[in-house]
């Protein structure tokens, strides 16, 4: 399961029935979870994806949903443009 942005609803687990957005830190391989399911280390964000919470969360990995890039995020507003790599 690769790092990135995720949108957890109830397909990842029934605690999601409203889902959250969380930035996967890394997949705990050091457990042994049932069949289909595992646990992961990730940082809850809010809305303006701002990290609120660390959490260890017990997922079904085929219910993640990577959310795309946003020109909005802080990681884009760090992107030199190509004026100032200039």
Known sequence: MAPGIYLLTSAASPQFSQPITVRLIRERTDRHPYCGWTWIEVY??????????????????????????????????RRPTAKAAQ
Request: a positive charge; proline letters at 12%.
């Open 44 to 77: 809850q964000l809010d809305a303006r994806g701002t990290a609120v919470d660390r959490r260890e969360l017990y997922v079904r990995p085929d219910g993640l949903r990577p959310v795309p890039p946003s020109t909005g995020t802080c990681a884009a507003a």
